[in-house]
């Protein structure tokens, strides 16, 4: 595996985390919670509040 190639399952945290525009603590605490990077949009709240 060569330096520059991210492995897919720290990727799509990467992906979710500029989707979602979160720091690098909220993908701590949900790495360690578990959580899945695919079902973040879920709560999202999608513009309705500030």
Known sequence: MSRDR???R???WIDA????H???AHVQ???ELGL???KLGKL????QER
């Not at 999202?44 to 513009?47: I, T, Y």
């Open 6 to 8: 991210i492995p897919e």
């Open 10 to 12: 720290l990727q799509v």
């Open 17 to 20: 985390r500029t989707r979602h």
């Open 22 to 24: 979160l720091s690098d």
């Open 29 to 31: 605490m949900a790495r």
């Open 36 to 38: 899945n990077p695919k």
């Open 44 to 47: 999202d709240n999608h513009q």
